[in-house]
């Protein structure tokens, strides 16, 4: 059962524009929640998190977004470079294991 | 500072052998995590060890066993492989088991 989900596989944007990028959860233990993003060749690289006790966690361009009621996060990239083209992997945790989605890919057209 | 390192980065075995895959953790780190990613998939988390313990396991057989040594490295290894074996094989290290992880670049294995 996947109990993290990304249901867009893939994303386009214009450089400049806002990027968002959609998780949705089922599992109301998680307490942590993390972007990875990867290029290809390469393991995932950690890109921002937030706990359960915040909604809304900010770092330069990046911003995630935590409805708990709604047990659904997002990612925004305001604005979009062509270096962030990649796949973003959410991951939840509520402890030890942390659980991924299948990743959405992310082109930001220049 | 040296992050994770994984070795091998590429390797091909067939049906029914054996598979180590090594890892070692970024500098400070005490816990490592091992990963399967399926192509188009997630990663799936395999164990994590800590104190060369395992703490927890994920959905995988027996044919999956790990170890740590004292420096915090880890190994992986894989018995009477199958062909869906064949994934991209991630280590992450991280302190404790709270916090974010820091990935290798994986071992991706190919079984034939």
């Known amino acids: 059962d996947q109990q993290v989900k990304q249901n867009s596989p893939s994303l386009s944007v214009q450089e400049g524009r806002i990027s968002i990028l959609n998780c949705d959860y089922t599992?109301?233990?998680?307490?942590?929640f993390l972007w990875y993003k990867k290029y290809p060749a390469e393991g995932p690289t950690f890109l921002i998190s937030?706990?359960?006790?915040?909604d809304k966690n900010e770092d330069g361009r990046f911003t995630v977004f935590l409805n708990k009621s709604a047990k659904h996060l997002s990612l925004h990239i305001v604005p979009s470079q062509p270096g962030d083209s990649a796949v973003y992997f959410c991951?939840?945790?509520?402890?030890?294991?942390?659980?991924f989605g299948t990743g959405t890919s992310l082109t930001v057209i220049p | 500072d040296a992050g994770v390192t994984q070795s091998p980065t590429h390797l091909i075995k067939t049906r029914g052998q054996q598979v180590t895959l090594r890892c070692s953790p970024k500098?400070?780190?005490?816990?490592v995590s091992w990963y399967q990613q399926a192509l188009g998939q997630g990663p799936q988390f395999i164990f994590q060890?800590?104190?060369?313990?395992?703490?927890q396991r994920g959905n995988f057989p027996d044919r999956f066993s790990g170890h740590q040594f004292p420096n915090y490295s880890s190994e992986l290894n894989v018995n009477a492989l199958l062909l869906g074996d064949s994934a991209l094989y991630l280590c992450?290290?991280?302190?404790?088991?709270?916090?974010?992880?820091?990935f290798g670049e994986g071992s991706r294995l190919t079984v034939l």
């Open positions: 060890y800590y104190e060369e313990e395992e703490r």
């Open positions: 937030i706990s359960s006790i915040k």
């Open positions: 991951a939840a945790s509520s402890g030890n294991q942390f659980y």
């Open positions: 992450a290290s991280s302190l404790g088991n709270t916090g974010e992880l820091f």
């Open positions: 500098s400070g780190h005490d816990t």
């Open positions: 599992n109301s233990m998680f307490d942590y």
